[in-house]
Every structure is written in structure tokens, then in C-alpha cells.
């Protein structure tokens, strides 16, 4: 779609005459905490058993077996997964494998919205290339207003140490509004913002792997902000590397070896 065409069909978007859009119909918005609680009830209709706020302090394979150690535990298993987050290069490390993570800090905010043109059954979710940055949102889902964060950039921190809040770095809101101005015009007003965590990998490209001396231990790393919608999928693969070694979908550009 040219410029115009995107601006006829979302009058709330104002695009350069020189820009083109991509729609895709069939994509959608994942309510991630709802997400996340269908995932543990799953798990524990099942049998897993969830331990929550449980620190783990050490890591370690003896005879095949793997031994983990946390603040108040220990427990041993045949396998493990290794899926930490920005944790993960720690716990790798006590399994003898450096992997290239950096833990980077992000913002992203709510603005009030004008509801005729960016509620959630008139507004796509829409992801911008711009010269300035990558930048993406969401519509105003009930009534929360328009979501934006910018994809590209931001600051590496240690997750060990406290995450500034939205607003304690002058760029937080400033760089979102000065997306907004150019290319939403009509969302300018803050509702509220937010911070969280990337853990990039230098390509940015996950890792989902097994460990190169554990065929035991399976790695799942490096998502670099846009790992969550294959949770499913990321899920399956590392059941059967623990299960069987292998996965039925080539994962090979996945690889640990990469970096090497």
C-alpha cells in the first residue's frame, strides 16, 4: 500500500509520501499476562510444579545428573532448560559456556487516544522503519489508549541491579513523542509509562540449542525483544531436544555453534 492508501484506510496514521505499508490480516495482539497463566495452568494440570521468587544460586552436572541449587533448595533432575531471560548467560556460565547476551533496558508508554480513529476495532498494531529508529504499537485496547515503544537502541544494564523507572532518563518519553509527532500526530497526551528488559544476541537472532557438552541441558536465550509470540513453538522444540535430541522444524540458524 502507498502512503495515501494507508492514511485513507487509518486516517490516524500520517505518513511521507515516500513510504509504503504492509498489511497483514490475519496478525494479531497477544494479551501476554493471560498468556502467561494459561502457560502455568497448563503446566500444572500436567504435573509440573511452579516455584515462584526462588533464586537459583548454582547450577551444576555430575555423572549426567543435574544438581541445582536456590536459596532454600536443592533439587536434582535427569535434564534441564535453560530459559532465564536476561538471567540466562548467568546460569550458562556455571555450566562452563559463555553465551554473547546483553541485557539492555527499553521503554514504552500509553498516550490518550483519540478513540474514533485508534480504538481497537478501526486501529492496526503496526511496526515502523523509520531513519530515526524502529518503533512499534498497538491500538488503544479498551480504552488504554495507543501503546509505543521503540524496538532498536537502548541502554545495557545488569538485571541484578534496579531497572529505572519510565521517566528517570530524559529520552524515555522524549523519543516516543517525537516518533508520535511525525507519524500519529493525533496521540501526543502520556497516559503512563513502562520499562522492561531485551537480552540481545548479536544478530538478534534467538539461541535453541543443546549445550555443546550436555546433550542433557537445552538452552533457550537471546530473544531480543520479540520472542514471546513463538513461546508455543520455542516450547516445543526444546521438549524434543531433551526428548530426543532433535527437532521436527529446522532450528539450525538457532544455533549456539554460531558464535563460535
Known amino acids: 500500500m502507498n502512503a495515501k492508501e494507508v492514511k485513507d484506510r487509518w486516517p490516524g496514521f500520517s505518513l ?4 509504503v505499508g504492509c498489511f497483514e490480516p490475519t496478525s ?3 494479551k501476554c499476562e493471560e498468556s502467561i497463566q494459561t502457560y502455568q495452568e497448563l503446566a500444572e494440570y500436567y504435573g509440573a ?21 536456590t536459596d532454600d533448595n536443592s533439587y536434582h533432575s535427569e535434564a534441564l532448560v535453560v530459559a532465564a531471560g536476561a538471567w540466562s548467560g548467568e546460569l ?5 559456556l559463555e553465551l554473547p547476551l546483553t541485557p539492555v533496558r527499553k521503554s514504552f508508554a ?5 478513540e474514533k480513529l485508534h480504538h481497537q476495532n478501526t486501529f492496526p498494531a503496526f511496526a515502523f522503519e523509520t531513519s530515526q529508529g524502529i518503533y512499534y504499537g498497538f491500538p488503544s485496547i479498551d480504552g488504554a489508549g495507543v501503546k509505543v515503544g521503540r524496538h532498536d537502541g537502548g ?21 516516543l513523542v517525537q ?3 511525525e507519524y500519529i500526530p493525533n496521540v501526543l497526551q502520556l497516559n503512563y509509562g513502562k520499562t522492561c528488559m531485551y537480552t540481545r544476541t548479536p544478530d538478534e537472532k534467538f539461541i535453541i540449542d543443546l549445550h555443546p557438552n550436555y546433550s542433557n541441558v537445552a538452552i533457550a536465550a537471546g530473544f531480543s525483544g520479540h520472542g514471546f ?5 520455542v516450547g516445543q522444540a526444546l521438549s524434543n531436544l531433551i526428548i530426543s535430541g532433535k527437532n521436527d522444524v529446522d532450528i539450525s540458524q538457532f544455533s549456539i555453534k554460531r558464535f563460535n
Open 110 to 114: 500509553w498516550f490518550q487516544a483519540d
Open 28 to 30: 494479531g495482539v497477544l
Open 16 to 19: 511521507p509520501s515516500n513510504y
Open 155 to 175: 541502554d545495557s544494564i545488569n538485571p541484578d541491579v534496579r531497572l529505572l523507572a519510565f521517566g528517570e532518563k530524559e529520552t524515555d518519553k522524549g523519543d
Open 179 to 181: 516518533f508520535l509527532n
Open 229 to 233: 509470540k513463538f513461546s508455543s513453538a
Open 92 to 96: 550458562a556460565s556455571m555450566l562452563g
Open 49 to 69: 510444579t511452579i516455584l515462584t521468587n526462588s533464586r537459583v544460586k548454582s547450577v551444576s552436572i555430575s555423572n549426567g545428573k543435574v544438581k541445582i541449587k
